[in-house]
């Protein structure tokens, strides 16, 4: 079990990397898909592991799976806004909250 | 070596999975990074399957592969000029960046290997009826769930559309 | 009690008529002078009508008693009343208060004509008559108390009517202020009746009295504290000295208030409350010491006077010494268990002095107004020119010296005869009763008779308006006749009327009637020899008598002995005091005050300095650290991210169980400072680079 959970923390570790330093606002989204991913092996990990019974975690992750895909397409109507009013996606170009 | 279920197949795995995971965050274009991330989601569904969730794995090639990243693919295609090669794709703190997310898998490791206590682990293996199953925990016990997530998706669709469309009077 | 008639039961009527027409002239009719004085006197004159009413229903009912009161405040048993009570003794002052108020009233039209307050004078009058109407009727010492001050309120504003004179705005303080010394007294007596007695109605307190309730020694205080009202308001010694002074006010005022009424008042509040004096055979001879030393005293000085006025005014203080000795004289011999006719005496002489000294009063006005002056050294010769006048004054005179048959001769006597079982009262009484004639009659000559010592005053001397005249003559009638309803054994109808105790007193004839008469005689025959004939020199007796005649001449120095003794040290004390008040009180309040301005500017530079600089420095302080915080508001949402998840490394790292870790934790720590020294370094170069690229957006 332990490789599994360490393979996902690795996993998530990559993408957070790419959140922190990708320029480009795709990138990040793709990031993000990792983490999810690296979540999902989590929770199918503990279905097989932990839980004695039943597919409560299978169940979650398809839940994650579908709120992900809800989330790259908000994310994407997102970068597409952006896209149109910066002419650009890169996270340099909107660093307008600055102090 | 580590005894793992699954033995070398999840090991190739794994290496494919970080692999081709660290070249979605580190390539410089970013249509290669797409393909890359779909190498990856592709892996992670093998993954699934190690794991004994077969209809998992399904929705994971349905969904991530054949939806997410096209839709990544078409957003990159859409606004960027991919022949247009930057120097880099990654930004100033990308050292930093990458010290601190090591750390953090390191961190996150130690944690799971040392400062975790496990509870007995289930020997009785799961049903092969894997798919039955799903079908009636969403139909019965998970059926609110399912319908929010439901509004949800109604929700994101026309979140999508209301953002992503331009006013043309 | 109950088959009174349905105006005796409401005899408060008679009081309120005056207060109806003091409102109305004060308030709708001051502008139209006839309407006021019309409306004055009508009011007065049914007034006047409803006593004399009521004075023939209590004769006829033979001297039965009406009390009706309305308790109106409770306070734990202890009641205050409202109420009036009628008896004999009520219903002829009543009849002696409105005879005189309409007399004077109706003579006030002459006198006043032509002044500018005409109006505001007959409402004072109207006041006054109410005040003092509703002191008669009054039941209980509570009302008794209200409408005697009052009556002294009235006296104030009536002596100072002339307030553009200085020395009338003088006497009408010095008559309040000294009515009031008296007045202490009398609510003293009053606290220490109701604290003692429980009660204020009148007969209620003389009952616990004559049971003896009252201890003999709290008797005797309570009631030389209630004589002191009487002593303050009807001028006796020790405080006359505000009576003369009085006679700046109008002279009409003179004959009502200060000749027949209100200085009456002190008679008829002791003979009102001769109860108490009965029970108290010590404050009844203070009582009678009292009034014979201020007869005494006020009957000299009036010998030298040469101001009418002021002649009459000391007269009054006699003769009012005269009423109070008799009921003390009375209250004394009651006490011992004998008769005395005092009782009767002292109100009979109150009654028929009232009438002739009002006249008097009346008369000695339509002098003055007549010869402009006051004084009679300037007069003589005026029985020509004023015919009805002198005739009336002359009648007053004889009445009051006690010639017979007038009024005055029948009060005189009975003052007299309770005078006889004591020596030094008999001898002293005789001889004010002859110096009375004297002065008297030394007025008349002086006046009346001889030759005109001012030939110019003379000329212009004339009679006064029928206004003026024809109360002079309906008191000359009642001059003569008063008495007459008193005549021993021939008509005792007062003394079966007015009495004190459960029977009343028979007068008869006695041969101190005949020495009276022939004291009286002496008196005048003196006066006219000295005054008329001039076979008797008067500088020269003065000169004779140099000590004594500058001692009366100067009132025996009252007035200087009370500056001297009183008004002396409490001005030097009030000086005293007022320089304490300026220096200590006035230095302590500034000083508080500057205290106060220096510990404010003391807590003004704390609050800016400290406080203030508290509040700013914190503020600053924040600022401060926002300006260096500020830069870690980079806008970049990756380095939120990157901060975030080093935060969550490093609390993770401090949580670690490291005892259980073997070489990984090698690996952590090396990691650890790899990425912490990476990231300070990091993080100092973007601040760097964003300060200066945020300067230059700044500049730009």
Known sequence: MIPYLALAAILFSIGLFGVMTRRNTIGILMSLELMFNAANINFVTFNKYVVSDGLVGQIFAIFIVVIAAAEAVVGLAIVLLIYRNWKGIDTDHFTVMKW | ?169 | MTDYSWLVKNIYITALLPLLAFVMIIFFLRWKEKLSAGFSISMILLSWLISVYTLIEVVAKQGAVYEAFYSFMSLRGFNLEIGVLVDPLTAIMLVVVTTIGACVQIYSVGYMHGDPRFSRFFAYLSLFLFSMLGLVIANNFFMIFIFWEMVGLTSYLLIGFWFEKDSAADACKKAFITTRIGDLGFLVGLFMLAFYAGTLNYGAVFDQVSAGMIPVGILTAIAIFIFMGAVGKSAQFPLHVWLPDAMEGPTPVSALIHAATMVAAGVYLVARTMALFVGSAEASMVVAIIGIITSFIAATIALTQNDIKRVLAYSTVSQLGYMIMALGLYGYDTNLGHHSPGFYAGTFHLMTHAFFKGLLFLAAGSVIHAIHTNNIQEMGGLWKKLKFTAPAFCIASLSISGIFPLAGFWSKDEIVASASHHPVFLILTLAIAFMTAFYMWRLCFLTFFGEPRDAEKYEHAHESPKSMTYPLIFLAGLSVVAGWVGIPNVAPWFASFVYHGAEAYHPHWSWLMLVSFVIASCGIYLAYLMYYKKSISADKVAEKFGLLYTFSYNKWYFDELYDLILLRPIMTFARWMWSFDARVIDGAVNGTGWLTIKWSDIKLWFDVWIVDGAVNGSGWLVEQCGQILRFLQTGSVQFYVLFVVTMTVLFAVFKFNYIDMGFESWLLVILLVITLAATVGRMVSTLRVKTDSGSDEKES
């Open chain 2, 1 to 169: 070596m580590l005894e793992v279920d699954g033995g070398i197949v999840f090991w190739i795995l794994s290496f494919v999975i970080l692999v081709s995971g660290f070249m979605v965050v580190s390539l410089k274009n970013v249509f290669h990074c797409a393909l890359a991330l779909v190498l990856c989601l592709f892996t992670v569904a093998g993954l699934y399957i190690l794991l004994d969730a077969e209809f998992l794995a399904a929705a994971q090639v349905l969904i991530y592969v054949g939806a997410v990243a096209i839709l990544l693919i078409f957003a990159v295609m859409l606004t960027s000029k991919l022949a247009d090669k930057r120097i880099t794709q990654s930004n100033e703190q990308a050292l930093v960046g990458f010290f601190i997310c090591a750390l953090f898998a390191v961190a996150a490791y130690l944690l799971i290997k040392f400062n975790t206590i496990w509870y007995p682990l289930a020997k009785s293996a799961l049903p092969s009826d894997n798919i039955l199953t799903i079908g009636k925990y969403l139909m019965t016990e998970f059926m609110l769930p399912f319908e929010v997530v439901s509004i949800l998706l109604v929700a994101a669709l026309i979140g999508a559309i209301a953002l992503a469309r331009t006013e043309k009077s």
